[in-house]
């Protein structure tokens, strides 16, 4: 929403103010009134966002299992958000995030047939 550009700025910084709540709201008294959207958020990631190095979540992706109660394409879900974050921290690069998807999934399903 905020590189669409499709809200004006202000607007969406007073919705991201009003939708905050509970403890997080108390970081808003931290920051300037006139924080951006963006510093706003950067501020609530830093606190409360995954603070996993990209090693750990490289070997989260690698021991992934499917869950006894979870459909396929859960589990697919849950390793493109895995790759993503690891792309995010510079362990892996973006062009390599299809093929490893592609090569676990299905080294996967043929250990589970086997």
């Given at each position: 929403?905020?590189?669409?550009?499709?809200y004006?700025?202000?607007?969406?910084?007073?919705?991201?103010?009003?939708?905050?709540?509970?403890?997080?709201?108390?970081?808003?008294?931290?920051?300037?009134?006139?924080?951006?959207?963006?510093e706003?958020?950067?501020?609530?990631?830093?606190?409360?966002?995954?603070?996993?190095?990209?090693?750990?979540?490289m070997?989260?992706?690698?021991?992934?299992?499917?869950e006894?109660?979870?459909?396929?394409?859960?589990?697919?879900?849950?390793?493109?958000?895995?790759?993503?974050?690891?792309?995010?921290?510079?362990?892996?690069?973006?062009?390599?995030?299809?093929?490893?998807?592609?090569?676990?999934?299905?080294?996967?399903?043929?250990?589970?047939?086997?």
């Amino acid at each position: 929403m905020l590189s669409s550009n499709i809200y004006h700025k202000e607007i969406l910084r007073q919705a991201i103010r009003n939708a905050i709540g509970g403890k997080p709201r108390k970081i808003l008294a931290t920051l300037k009134p006139t924080a951006t959207s963006e510093e706003i958020l950067e501020a609530l990631e830093s606190n409360y966002g995954d603070i996993k190095s990209g090693e750990c979540i490289m070997e989260e992706y690698y021991k992934a299992k499917q869950e006894k109660e979870e459909d396929i394409s859960a589990w697919g879900i849950r390793l493109e958000d895995l790759v993503q974050k690891a792309i995010d921290r510079g362990e892996i690069q973006t062009h390599r995030r299809e093929q490893m998807l592609r090569t676990r999934f299905w080294k996967y399903k043929e250990q589970r047939t086997q």
